[in-house]
């Protein structure tokens, strides 16, 4: 059955739907595509038993192998690796391929938490000194931060400055909340 809605409506309804509900599942190949479209990028090697969950098709037993196997050192290079990790034939996860991302990360080179900032209490020109903050940028977080408080979370600060999941995907290892 073709959803009748203009393709814009439907992504609309879908941008409310994640913003009102940070675990909505997506239920199709479509809203994984309008995910996609909005910026939802999941980490395969970062990603937490909720991140998973948001994909169709993957159970929870799923889910917690893969955080599991991730934190044991495991690291996913492409849709092959989760599809082995889970005993499934690749085919079957390709339609999940444009929500994942695959990145890989030298222990050396994180960032260590002592070197976080927190936005919540940064000024501009802290902010600026960020990878990925730009003077507006930064301007933007301590105007909405005077306006509306503290940011909760990684998720609230995503939400409240409209951020893609790909900017996210860059700041969250320069930030603590």
């Known amino acids: 059955m073709t959803n009748w809605l203009p393709w814009n409506s439907r992504l609309q309804k879908l941008r409310a739907k994640l913003l009102n509900d940070p675990y909505y599942r997506l239920q199709s190949g479509e809203e994984m595509q309008m995910a996609a479209q909005l910026g939802i990028c999941i980490d395969a090697n970062q990603a937490t038993v909720d991140d998973w969950l948001r994909l169709p098709g993957l159970s929870i037993h799923q889910a917690r192998s893969l955080v599991e196997l991730s934190r044991s050192g495991l690291k996913f290079y492409c849709i092959e690796d989760v599809a ?55 301007q933007a977080v301590v105007q909405n931060r005077l306006s509306l408080g503290n940011y909760r979370n990684l998720a609230d600060f995503q939400r409240r400055l409209q951020l893609s999941g790909e900017a996210i995907a860059q700041l969250m290892y320069f930030l603590r909340f």
């Open 84 to 138: 082995a990790a889970l005993g499934l034939p690749a085919p079957r996860l390709e339609p999940l391929k444009p929500l994942l991302n695959f990145s890989y990360y030298d222990q050396e080179s994180l960032v260590h938490s002592s070197d976080l900032i927190n936005p919540n209490t940064s000024s501009v020109e802290q902010l600026t000194q960020i990878p990925f903050i730009d003077a507006s940028l930064a």
